[in-house]
């Protein structure tokens, strides 16, 4: 999976754009469902 990783400079953006991704996750585990069905 590609995580992203947090910047160096700890950037509170990147945690306020990390909190509200529902759609994320979504992806993450309809990635999940694909790979378990190959």
Not at 10 to 22: E, F
Request: hydrophobic share 40%; aromatic share 2%; net charge positive.
């Amino acid at each position: 999976m590609a995580k992203k990783r947090p910047a160096r400079k700890g950037n509170p953006d990147l945690r306020q754009q990390h909190v509200p991704a529902p759609q994320i996750e979504q992806i993450a585990i309809l990635l999940n469902a694909i790979s378990f069905l190959d």
